[in-house]
T-cell receptor, first 113, second 116 residues
Framework: AQTVTQSQPEMSVQEAETVTLSCTYD???????LFWYKQPPSRQMILVIR??????QNATENRFSVNFQKAAKSFSLKISDSQLGDTAMYFC??????????FGKGMKLTVNP | GAVVSQHPSWVICKSGTSVKIECRSL??????MFWYRQFPKQSLMLMAT?????????EQGVEKDKFLINHASLTLSTLTVTSAHPEDSSFYIC????????????FGNGTRLTVT
């Protein structure tokens, strides 16, 4: 079974700074997708960024980018120019052939003014 | 964009009663919807996969007779917690996929269930 590991339970960063959230996963599949979801206090799950495993180029979405290392099974999220609204729980997730999403335990990010 | 509506957003019920939670895809058809449960400060745990026109597929350890799932149409899936107990108190979230299997999931706003 696939597993997703987020080893950092909590992080804090100053506004405008850059922060990196780590995620590793384990799978025997060759084709899959990786996601970062954000869950603010409202508890709405919001898709931040998505990476297809067959693509070597790292995905970027405005201030959010990933460092996808397929051989190492690592998928970290970098948030640049952190904003107060980035304060939330962040979940790394894996989707393989079963089309089910497997989530990591999550990491609480606090952006301080 | 694709919108998933979940209702109610919160509900309080007494032990022994049943509660129904609705999940609707508002502007797209979803042949597959997923139901998750989230305990405080924990991750989302998949409970079951809801398939339109067929029986739901439950994850290991999830009681299908307790958590009844009905996917009656391409835009509606319901989760009924039967004979609720305080330990069923949790945050329940549904999601639906817009498009093909490689499309991202869109989530409802969740339902906070409290069983007294």
């Amino acid at each position: 079974a696939q597993t997703v590991t987020q080893s950092q339970p909590e992080m804090s960063v100053q506004e405008a700074e850059t922060v990196t959230l780590s995620c590793t996963y384990d799978t025997s599949e060759s084709n899959y997708y990786l996601f970062w979801y954000k869950q603010p206090p409202s508890r709405q799950m919001i898709l931040v960024i998505r990476q297809e495993a067959y693509k070597q180029q790292n995905a970027t979405e405005n201030r959010f980018s990933v460092n996808f290392q397929k051989a190492a099974k690592s998928f970290s999220l970098k948030i640049s120019d952190s904003q107060l609204g980035d304060t939330a729980m962040y979940f790394c997730a894996y989707q393989g052939g079963s089309e089910k999403l497997v989530f990591g335990k999550g990491m609480k990010l606090t952006v301080n003014p | 964009g694709a919108v998933v509506s979940q209702h109610p957003s919160w509900v309080i019920c007494k032990s022994g009663t049943s509660v129904k939670i609705e999940c609707r895809s508002l502007d797209f058809q979803a042949t597959t919807m997923f139901w998750y449960r989230q305990f405080p400060k924990q991750s989302l745990m998949l409970m079951a996969t809801s398939n339109e026109g067929s029986k739901a597929t439950y994850e290991q350890g999830v009681e299908k007779d307790k958590f009844l799932i009905n996917h009656a149409s391409l835009t509606l899936s319901t989760l009924t917690v039967t004979s609720a107990h305080p330990e069923d108190s949790s945050f329940y979230i549904c999601s639906a996929r817009y498009g093909t299997g490689n499309s991202p999931l869109h989530f409802g706003n969740g339902t906070r269930l409290t069983v007294t």
